[in-house]
């Protein structure tokens, strides 16, 4: 066949068009750290790193699932603090104004301080986090510890009944429940729990007859209670630390492999693209002998 200046002009143009491609897309290479910038370029690797990416997603979405479950579980066990040492104080005063050389004067400065007590209970049981009250099971939005609305002037006590569990998902078949239910804590025998308790001693400590209920005992049943409610918490707070550290380590391995899918490696790209430009220069070398004195004057 015969080969005419026309063709080696044709050729010379189509290889230096090829070159020029392959530059521009490992110059794109080196300016953005991908190796894939649009989906053609890769389809397997492009599919693979929107999984990869989806991952991270959810895991972020359950790390902040546990941060949140973490902060309601803690301001839940300072709550049940405070309620332990209120029910140890009341022990005390209790202890105190069964000692039969009080005077009835003595009886009903302890009664007053037991009622103090008591008022500060409900404010306990009130304990809020972000505007959602932490003792009121799923219905966050109502206060227990309130009066009752049908009856006017009604004296407050603890109503909520809810006892149902708040959830979080914390993985992909992993729930943690973050709440302690009220109920368990300020009402655990559904017959006023630990205010009927405080408000019998009061009762008692205010009248001038001697009582034949066994207030100790009662106490100490309230606070094996709450001592059982607490250590439940306290073993489910371990277990949101432990889904944190896991979802730590899952984010590290996941954004590794993407890196692996994605990321070019640097050096390896600058090389190929020196080596492009090297080829660069020898096809306009080459061809500037090749073709007509008047395009060789134009490319030099």
């Known amino acids: 066949m015969r080969v005419t200046q026309n063709m080696l002009n044709q050729n010379l143009l189509f290889n230096l068009s090829r070159n020029n491609s392959r530059m521009e897309k490992l110059q794109e290479q080196v300016s953005s750290g991908k190796k894939v910038n649009r989906p053609s370029d890769d389809p397997v690797t492009a599919v693979q790193g929107m999984y990869y990416r ?3 997603n959810e895991i ?18 300072e709550a049940l603090g405070e309620v332990t ?8 005063l209790t202890v105190q104004g069964l000692n039969g050389t009080n005077d009835q004067s003595a009886r009903t400065a302890i009664a007053e301080e037991i009622n ?12 809020q986090i972000a505007g959602k009250y932490v003792f009121a099971g799923t219905d966050v ?24 569990k708040l959830e979080l998902q914390v993985g992909q078949n992993n729930s943690v429940q973050i709440n302690v239910p009220g109920k368990n804590i300020f009402n655990n025998d559904g017959n006023g729990g630990i205010f009927k308790v405080l408000s019998d ?16 005992a009662k106490l100490d049943r309230q606070m094996d209670n709450l001592l059982g409610e607490r250590s439940e918490l306290g073993a489910r707070m371990n277990r949101m630390e432990l889904s944190i550290s896991r979802l730590d380590g899952l984010e590290v391995s996941t954004v590794s492999l993407l890196s692996k899918e994605e990321d070019v490696d640097i050096a390896r790209v600058i090389i190929d693209l020196k080596a492009q430009e090297n080829v660069q220069r020898a096809a306009l070398s080459v061809g500037a002998k090749i073709i007509q004195p008047s395009l060789v004057d134009f490319l030099r």
Do not use: C
């Not at 040492?85 to 005390?92: A, F, P």
């Open 54 to 56: 989806s991952s991270l």
């Open 60 to 77: 972020e979405q359950y790390k902040r699932n546990a941060d949140e479950g973490l902060s309601w579980m803690s301001t839940t066990d």
């Open 85 to 92: 040492s209120v029910l140890q104080r009341v022990r005390e």
């Open 116 to 127: 103090q007590l008591k008022e500060h209970l409900g404010e306990i049981s009130n304990s």
């Open 141 to 164: 939005k109502t206060a227990p510890f309130r009066e009752d609305s049908n009856v006017p002037n009604s004296s407050k006590e603890f109503r909520n009944n809810n006892d149902l």
């Open 201 to 216: 001693i009061v009762s008692d400590f205010n009248s001038s007859t001697e009582s034949t209920n066994d207030h100790l």
